[in-house]
């Protein structure tokens, strides 16, 4: 494919060198719709450019077929935006303790494609890289393209990333595999040229559903993810907030009782030593001892037996919801946000466990946020276990590095 063939090449459009701000501007307008297809207004809005720049740059960029305008919709402002005759490919990757999933979509389409892989700390430091590098270029052909068309990667791994230098502050400690330095260096072997745009997973976890899910339309949204360990992401005005060294929100190491067990994070007493995937399926091994020999051995099995009525995992996920409930209402209380949104593992198990943690938060947060024609919300993650891959994707398509750290 060259330049002059009608299909642009997207590393073309968004890689190509240039100290012009109008060429910055329609970059940022082609991000947007790739993010999502979207009306002027909306672009106006993500982008932070004004209308009359938006609705000048997206004449230009459908005459030149970069963009394409929906059928349908009352007015041309009214009417939605698609990539037009644009190849490329997005990726997102969300790094988990034990897996990885991998997110792609060709930017002309919203159908994504995933893929996940188990390892473990026996394959090496590396294994999370090959495997990423490996299941890339398999998802690459799958969308019809190859991985010489992947145009920007998105990377949500296990720890918290200094936002300044995106070098890592702290590694979860339950992880057995080395991810100190700066993890974006890891992949330039396998893809040089392509910008891999590093995060902490669970804030890219609650971009995912502030782009596409649960979070969709709000202005202010906090996502805990409840898996092995308990994350968090806090979404303000679209921008992840993540504090001066990437720790911003971490509800899991908020200390819910000072006489508590010892945390892995060294402090004593924190959420996570309470709700953490290992001590609830700890907790249900405990109470069946001696009586049943078919226990769960994961967080996943244990949210299955509960859904099948099992009193003593359902009792189990209740109680650690009303404790996730408790640490809610002071997140409530500092930050007020439109909406919770309750993702991970146990967001699996949003239908029994939003209603006690929602009364365990209203109980003690602030009765304005409830008593109120927009209460402050507790929901169930709408993607699921792919928030993480999606938000990656969306989020590194976003972020313009030519500009960005
Ligand atoms: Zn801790």
Redesign the pocket.
């Known amino acids: 494919m060259t330049s002059s063939s009608t299909t642009h090449d997207a590393r073309e459009l968004l890689w190509k060198p240039s100290d012009s701000l109008r060429d910055a501007n329609r970059r940022k307008i082609i991000r947007a719709v790739m993010v999502e297809p979207n009306t002027q207004v909306n672009i106006a809005r993500f982008t932070g450019l004004s209308q009359a720049t938006v609705s000048g740059l997206v004449n230009e960029l459908v005459g030149e077929n970069v963009l394409r305008v929906d059928s349908g919709g009352d007015n041309e402002r009214g009417k939605k935006l698609r990539v037009g005759a644009v190849r490329g490919v997005a990726v997102g990757i969300e790094v988990n303790h034990n897996g990885l999933t991998v997110a792609a979509r060709r930017v002309d389409t919203s159908s994504v494609e995933y893929e996940t892989a188990n390892f473990g700390a026996e394959q090496g430091d590396n294994a999370w890289v090959r495997e990423s590098a490996r299941l890339i270029r398999d998802l690459a052909t799958k969308t019809g393209l190859d991985a010489e068309h992947v145009v920007s990667i998105g990377l949500g791994i296990p720890a918290a990333i200094d936002p300044r230098t995106g070098m890592v502050t702290q590694v979860a400690s339950s992880l057995d595999w080395d991810l100190s330095g700066n993890p974006r260096h890891r992949f330039s072997d396998h893809f040089p040229h392509v910008p891999v745009i590093v995060d902490n997973e669970a804030n890219l976890a609650a971009y995912g559903e502030y782009v596409y899910g649960a979070g969709r339309s709000v202005e202010s949204m906090y996502f805990i993810k409840a898996s092995t360990s308990i994350g968090s992401g806090l979404i303000t005005n679209g921008a992840i907030y993540r504090g001066r060294h990437g720790l911003a929100g971490e509800i ?2 908020v200390t819910m009782d000072p006489q508590g067990t010892v ?5 004593r007493g ?4 309470i709700v953490g995937g290992n001590r609830l399926v700890e907790q249900v091994r405990q109470a069946y001892t001696g009586y049943r020999v078919d226990l769960p051995t994961s967080l996943e099995g244990m949210i299955e037996r509960a859904k099948r009525g099992d009193q003593v995992c359902t009792r189990i996920l209740q109680d650690a919801s009303r404790d996730i409930g408790l640490a809610l209402a002071r997140v409530a209380n500092l930050l007020n946000p439109d909406i919770m949104v309750l993702g991970g593992e146990l967001g699996r198990a949003a239908d029994l466990l939003v209603g006690p943690a929602t009364n365990e938060m209203q109980l003690f947060s602030l009765r304005g946020m409830y008593d109120h024609a927009a209460p402050t919300k507790l929901v169930g993650s709408e993607l699921g276990l792919l928030a993480g891959a999606q938000g990656a994707l969306a989020f590194a398509l976003r972020v313009d590095s030519t500009v960005a750290v």
């Open positions: 899991g190491h945390c892995r994070c060294g402090n924190c959420l996570d030593t």
